[in-house]
């Protein structure tokens, strides 16, 4: 019986990782943790009986303690109860599904108690990757990606051994919004942008697929899962997102994985690796695809990616800038309080306006975040 941790459960990613775990039986749950959602949080604990339990909302958290009296679950809230759920005594791996900066800290935490990282925030690495990956090193702490692109990555290198890597081509759908002009962009709605053509995701990562912005964090979190250097990735809009990501090695040749866009392959591969289970699901038929088409993504009209390289290449804190400023730019679009385009439009104005840190620590990584926030909300 192999025991997990998750945070995020209530979400996209953590939903689908107790599916996994509902259908495979000897996966065992030790500690959930959420945002806000009671009701759903509830229910899991019935099912999956965690001795942990965590709300990051101290009243709700109050209130499910109530409402899960007659269980023997620990109910925590807050950053305190992160914590908690990231080290819990019995947990072999960390699942961090949860959303934004808030994954860092448990993530430090869990490795630095030795287990095993199957990441699906991406923030952790985007901001801290020169803090966490030399941690995990140093304690042998292996991190397995969870985003689809960056499992596809780790599947087609796996028996490569030594071998170096010459390029990694990260795939993009090039979301609902492929094609069209800069103009076109400003009569973009909330509502436009949460239609994403081929995934079923939460709304933040939604939009930052839409933006191609998803794509930019994921280059910055390529580069430390992967070792290599910005100019060894290349973004190549794949429109069928049939081919999740490649590897091409130095004589030339490229190895690739392909599957159905279902977040619960690279999932299952995370907490399995390195064997593979029995998936239910719709099966990959290359006849019915019939055709696989690429292209250049378009860098001019989606900007945002092209800041991702800019901030990644500058080093330091400003790629906590690029991210503090694309989460609170989404939750403004998300609310109405902005149009589409002001997105890039924030992301860029912050770069430009927030101090720069060559060698952030985790509390200058934290109070960059602050500054960033307070400079878009002076501003906008």
Do not use: C
């Not at 209530?10 to 500690?31: F, N, P, Y």
């Not at 998300?334 to 860029?348: F, K, T, V």
């Amino acid at each position: 019986m192999k025991k997990i941790a998750i945070l995020g459960s209530t979400g996209s990613i953590g939903t689908q990782t107790l599916e996994i775990v509902r259908r495979q039986k000897d996966l065992q749950v030790t500690a959930l943790a959420a945002g806000s959602n009671i009701a759903l949080l509830e229910r899991q604990i019935r099912e999956f009986q965690p001795k942990i339990a965590v709300l990051w909302d101290e009243e709700k958290a109050k209130e499910l303690k109530v409402k899960t009296a007659d269980l023997n679950v620990n109910v925590l809230s807050g950053m305190d109860g992160l914590l908690a759920a990231a080290a819990e005594s019995e947990s072999e791996i960390l699942v961090t599904a949860i959303v934004g900066m808030l994954g860092i800290r448990p993530t430090i935490a869990a490795i630095s108690e030795g287990k095993t990282i199957a990441l699906a925030n991406k923030e952790t690495l985007v901001t801290a990757g020169h803090l966490i990956m030399p941690l995990a090193k140093e304690r042998r702490v292996p991190i397995l990606p969870v985003d689809s692109e960056h499992s596809a990555i780790f599947q087609s290198l796996q028996g490569e051994g030594n071998n170096p890597v010459h390029k990694i081509i990260l795939t993009a759908s090039g979301g609902p919004f492929r094609g069209r002009t800069a103009e076109e962009l400003t009569q973009i709605r909330v509502e436009d942008a949460l239609k994403h053509p081929n995934w079923a995701m939460g709304k933040k990562i939604t939009v930052d697929s839409s933006t191609l912005i998803n794509k930019g964090l994921e280059v910055m979190e390529a580069k430390w899962l992967f070792d290599v250097n910005l100019e060894q990735i290349q973004v190549v809009i794949h429109p069928q997102s049939v081919i999740h990501s490649a590897v091409e090695f130095e004589d030339g040749a490229m190895i690739a994985q392909l599957g159905t866009p279902d977040m619960r392959l690279p999932i299952q591969y995370a907490l399995y690796y390195p064997n593979r289970r029995s998936l239910t699901g719709e099966r990959l038929n290359l006849a019915s695809v019939g055709t696989l088409t690429f292209e250049e993504p378009d860098i001019k009209t989606f900007y945002g990616l092209s800041l991702a390289y800019e901030a990644m290449r500058k080093g330091g804190n400003q790629p906590t800038v690029f991210n503090a400023a694309n989460e609170k730019a989404v939750a403004m679009f998300l609310h109405r309080q902005i149009s589409y385009p002001d997105i890039p439009r924030i992301i860029e104005a912050s770069m430009q306006e927030i101090r720069f840190i060559k060698e952030p620590n985790l509390d200058e990584i934290l109070e960059t975040e602050s500054e960033v926030y307070q400079f878009i909300e002076s501003r906008w």
